[in-house]
């Protein structure tokens, strides 16, 4: 029997102890709180500018780093990112599929630019030594790490790339099996009963018939005895 490559790789279990779905509502809040963090320091540094307000003339440069305009994108897109990590979350935590699914792509797009990053090491590897160029002088190491040769920099950075395109790739298989998990459950749930008359009823889910009320009080044990 042929099996597909999709169900060879799924597992219901990750970081070799958790669930699939516990690991994605782990990895939720998880990027719920970091986004929480970063959109913490942005509105406090759009309250106070002249505090925060982190000009490149300390790096030998005439723009700004950042100045308001882009911290409100920074602030958008942490926002943003904190709704859809709570999605997956939720998503995870009520067994409803299609909330986890704006969490993955953003999973696969964070991972293409990763790759990209990569790439473009691979093809321009001039552009670490001036990226080295461009940070203060007092930053830590930099006389040390712009003193080694263009080789080593680039297997240096690829490896560590490497690392976290592959860590990337592990938490993407771990909520796209979350997804499956869920998914299959959803559809689990809905059950078939043939009747005598060879016909066919759809029943409705466990969990939606028992919230149903019946319609009824049944009667007390001793008048059903009686």
Known sequence: ?????????????????????????????????INAVVLLILLTALSDPEQYHLTSAELANDLDVMDD???????????L?????????YG??????????????????????????????VVYPNTIQDY???LP????????????????LVLIVLLFIGSIL???????ACVWNCYRYVNSRGTSEILLYVTTNDTTVLLPPYDDSISIPPKQAPPPYPTATA
């Open 137 to 152: 002088d007092n930053f830590p190491y930099k006389e040390e790490i712009a003193a080694l040769s263009n080789v080593c």
């Open 166 to 172: 592959s860590f990337k790739a592990y938490l993407i």
């Open 69 to 79: 305009a882009n911290m409100c994108i920074a602030s958008a897109i942490s926002l």
């Open 1 to 33: 029997m042929m099996i597909s490559p999709w169900d060879r790789w799924f597992s219901t279990s990750c970081c070799l102890c958790c669930h699939v779905r516990t690991g994605t509502i782990i990895l939720g809040v998880w990027y719920m709180l």
């Open 81 to 89: 990112m904190i709704l859809i990590c709570g999605m997956a979350t």
């Open 132 to 134: 080295l160029q461009q």
């Open 92 to 121: 995870a935590y009520k067994l409803r599929a299609a909330w986890i699914i704006p969490f993955f792509c953003y999973q696969i797009f964070d991972f293409a630019l990763n790759s990209l990053v990569a790439v473009s090491i």
